[in-house]
């Protein structure tokens, strides 16, 4: 079921995805500490203060004027039954236009991978961001040996399209990338 509450939230059976406030600050802080080996080789390098308040500061005004703007849908997933915080999912390079498209990424805490939250999420974005923001096309790259997002992806009806070469720079190193879409009008729910 997805559903938009007061200021904006998508929900699906088991999570709540909403934009990141500063009372998010502590949690966002200590699943990435957590995370931080995991999520290591499919990250660019961060700044040293990247977890600081003050960046996190920086992060949650970037996402206010960012969806004011309809520039990005940055949102951090909920787990429904506690709150608990466990990723986030970022709809982001929203070009309107001819294109109606955007670009995802998404990262989850290490303890919580591998249970179909952020299958759950990604879906829940792309619906919203079909019916809801009038895109026609969501876009996604991922590493070539990052089999779990290709699965996620794949799973979820986005088609492989090609490979770019030096595509992000991760870890340090400008790396190529498998590049994915799913567009509206192969969707099942498509509207015109």
Same mark, same amino acid.
């Given at each position: 079921?997805?559903?938009?509450?007061g200021r904006?939230?998508i929900?699906?059976?088991?999570?709540? +995805?909403? &934009? &990141?406030?500063?009372?998010?600050?502590?949690?966002?802080?200590?699943?990435l500490?957590?995370?931080?080996?995991?999520?290591? #080789?499919?990250e660019?390098?961060r700044?040293?203060?990247?977890i600081s308040?003050?960046a996190?500061?920086?992060?949650?005004?970037?996402?206010d004027?960012?969806? /004011?703007q309809?520039? %990005?849908?940055p949102?951090?997933?909920?787990?429904?039954s506690?709150?608990?915080?466990?990723?986030?999912?970022?709809?982001?390079?929203i070009?309107r236009g #001819? %294109?109606?498209? !955007?670009?995802l990424?998404?990262?989850?805490?290490?303890?919580d991978?591998?249970?179909?939250?952020?299958?759950?999420?990604?879906? !829940?974005v792309?619906a919203? =961001?079909?019916s809801e923001?009038?895109?026609?096309?969501? /876009?996604?790259?991922?590493? &070539? /040996?990052?089999?779990?997002?290709?699965?996620?992806?794949?799973g979820? !009806?986005?088609? /492989?399209e090609?490979? %770019?070469? !030096?595509?992000?720079?991760i870890?340090?190193?400008?790396? %190529?990338?498998? +590049?994915?879409?799913?567009?509206?009008?192969?969707r099942?729910?498509?509207? =015109?």
């Amino acid at each position: 079921m997805l559903r938009r509450r007061g200021r904006l939230a998508i929900e699906t059976d088991r999570l709540i +995805l909403r &934009p &990141p406030r500063m009372s998010d600050y502590v949690p966002w802080a200590t699943v990435l500490r957590e995370s931080e080996a995991f999520l290591r #080789p499919w990250e660019p390098v961060r700044p040293p203060d990247h977890i600081s308040r003050r960046a996190f500061r920086g992060r949650v005004a970037w996402a206010d004027r960012a969806i /004011e703007q309809g520039r %990005a849908l940055p949102l951090f997933l909920h787990r429904r039954s506690d709150e608990r915080l466990l990723g986030g999912v970022t709809l982001d390079h929203i070009r309107r236009g #001819p %294109a109606q498209a !955007g670009t995802l990424g998404y990262w989850i805490g290490v303890s919580d991978t591998r249970q179909g939250f952020m299958s759950e999420a990604v879906e !829940g974005v792309v619906a919203y =961001a079909f019916s809801e923001m009038g895109l026609s096309r969501i /876009e996604a790259a991922c590493l &070539p /040996e990052n089999v779990a997002s290709r699965g996620l992806l794949e799973g979820l !009806g986005f088609v /492989e399209e090609g490979e %770019a070469s !030096g595509y992000l720079q991760i870890a340090g190193t400008w790396r %190529a990338h498998v +590049l994915y879409a799913c567009l509206r009008s192969d969707r099942k729910s498509a509207t =015109a």
